[in-house]
């Protein structure tokens, strides 16, 4: 049963015996007679038990769902920071409340309620706005650490929002091995939900992904370097999985791990911050230089004429001129041009022999 079900029966019920109680009423000062009397009644009943019914979810569930979704949306500190301005203007407002009532009538009745409101809006709009200004002094006054001490613990415990695509590649398992990344990998429900659509796919190989996604998470849990949680938050008025990450990120202030190119773009345009595995991949590639030599595998012919391609162990691609004659055999060639490009760095080279 639904609370919008319940709340409009208990409206229902409750306008319904109030109207009957108001038609009784009129109808006692309007006229005597029984007939009239039991004629508003029901009149007002049926109106209050219909308005109940239709306008009880408005003045009840509705506001109060509106409330909790704009909260979500709130960080903590923004809440910190409003309910000690409200505080500090109910305070305020208490001790210009006494000398207000004494002004004369009509004014010493009104101005102490007028001066609540807008003592307590302004506490609570000054302590937001400067809210972290504020937690800068608070925290730099702590005789226990000093405000560095305190941001470079914080840094030290950020949180990392993971997304699908970065579970189901794999490569984050061995990055936290490293210890390179520092924090709490956090997997919201919701992508945890997408993870198993995916492995319960009726395509074999999505369903295949979806599992390795799945001992990728097994396994990221046994790392002791790098902690991983399954948070059951969630965020309203949004259906996609990039968009309730992206308005996470921002409700959080932390960074999205991911190796979605899209998501990648639409969160810089939202000023969320990225962490992408393909850039992390490309920036640690080895640098090779014209006049280097290295040894490549010649495994398929290349697009030109008489070229082969191989590829070194972190999967950069080597274009060898007049290569197609050494196909699967190992040869040392020297490096002749470096390319960098969309998909990665690709390395022109020549054979030593030629």
Partial sequence: MSSDFLVRIIGMIV????????????????SASQTDMAFYAVMFGLVGALAGLIL??????????????????????????????LIVGLVIAALLAFPLSLLPAPLGRILPFIG???????????????????????????????FDDTQKEAAAVRTILMDTSVIIDGRIADIARTGFLTGILLVPRFVLNELQYIA???????????RRGMEILSQL???????????????????????KLIILARQLKCPILTNDYNLNRIADLQGVTVLNINELANAVKAVMLPGETLHVSVIQEG????????????????????????????????????????????????PEEA
């Fill in 15 to 30: 306008l319904g015996i109030s109207g009957i109680y108001l038609g009784i009423s009129l109808g006692a000062g309007i």
């Fill in 56 to 85: 009880s979810p408005y003045f009840t569930t509705r506001p109060a769902r509106a409330i909790r979704r704009t909260l979500t949306q709130v960080d903590a500190q923004t809440l910190v920071a409003g309910l000690v301005g």
């Fill in 116 to 146: 609540v409101l807008l003592i307590s809006y302004f506490g609570v709009t000054v302590f937001v706005m400067r809210q972290h200004d504020l937690f800068a002094v608070v925290l730099s006054r702590l005789p226990i650490r000093s």
């Fill in 200 to 210: 319960d796919s009726a395509d074999g190989l999505r369903r295949q992904r979806g």
């Fill in 221 to 243: 849990q046994k790392e002791p370097l790098m902690p991983i949680q399954i948070s059951d938050i969630n965020v309203e008025g949004a259906r996609e999985v990039d968009d």
């Fill in 303 to 350: 697009k030109e004429y008489n070229q082969g391609v191989g590829y070194l162990d972190d999967g950069t691609m080597v274009v060898v001129e007049d290569g197609e004659n050494y196909l699967h055999k190992t040869i040392p060639v020297t490096v002749t041009k470096v390319l960098q490009t969309a998909a990665g760095r690709m390395i022109f080279a020549r």
